[in-house]
DNA sequence: AGAAATTTGTCCGTATGTATC
DNA sequence: AGATACATACGGACAAATTTC
């Protein structure tokens, strides 16, 4: 189903859509727009239409994007040190098992544990971080 | 040699051909693929080129990307969770944020968060820990 | 401990071919 | 035919995480 442009072109309708997200604060100030790969999988648009809506939304002020870094959403003056919370989820990575971890699992203290970090995200703000523990695959 | 896509694309021939290399074992489980640098010099490709073939495997879940580390052959599917075993609550206590859970909430390091604990137990056997961190009180 | 090199992540700009409205 | 959109591909640049020296 492509090109279904009958009233808006599609980058306006896009544009329109991250412009109201900013606006009603589900993209808070100074905050990293998803990246244009992103939005290109959440609009199924190609990567030029999204760079079109962005540069609209850029154009009218709204948003400002810095070389190889991304897109923030109206960006707020110098000495607000806001850490933009990683929108990497870190996925996974080895850890030594602590005390706690070390007896439940029934191994010694140190033992590698693979550790799954997961973030659940709501309106833009970390609600909760979860980590699973497991250990390293038995069957290698 | 700009676009000629008659037949495949080349980012689906070389993730076809890199395929080929973890399934017959070229490419052990656990082992790093060749850097994007490596690969774009062996396929004479550019580097988006390669990064979108990566991205197809990576989908698929045959590879894994970490950040400054390089690409690894299905080391574990990381997102599948089968959630059959039910989770056993554990406990609940307050823990002071590490530098990495600061960050994700965005608060100073130290500060009071509730961790709670779970376990996923099969046959007596620990298969999992769960930790969910939450900030204590809702920060708006 | 600190600097440099490696490697992936993201963005920029551009170009060509194809398909649809 | 023209405008819009999509898919593919290139090259260059800066950013950030990791490793190495």
């Known amino acids: 189903m492509p090109t279904p442009h009958y009233g808006q072109p599609r980058y ?13 604060g589900a993209i808070p100030p100074g905050a990293l727009l998803p990246t244009e790969s992103v939005l290109t999988a959440e609009f199924r648009a190609s990567r030029g239409t999204i760079r079109q809506a962005i540069a609209a939304l850029r154009e009218a002020g709204l948003v400002v994007t810095e070389h190889g870094r991304g897109t923030y959403a109206r960006p707020r003056p ?7 919370a990683p929108l990497l989820t870190t996925g996974q990575r080895e850890v030594a098992a602590d ?6 699992f029934a191994v010694e203290v140190g033992t590698a544990l693979v550790e799954l970090q ?23």
């Open 78 to 84: 110098p000495g607000s040190r806001e850490t933009t």
């Open 12 to 24: 306006r309708v896009i544009a329109d859509d991250l412009r109201r997200r900013i606006e009603n």
């Open 99 to 104: 005390p706690e971890l070390a007896a439940l």
């Open 118 to 140: 997961s973030i659940e995200q709501s309106r833009g703000a970390v609600e909760a971080v979860v980590r699973i523990y497991r250990l390293r695959s038995p069957s290698q």
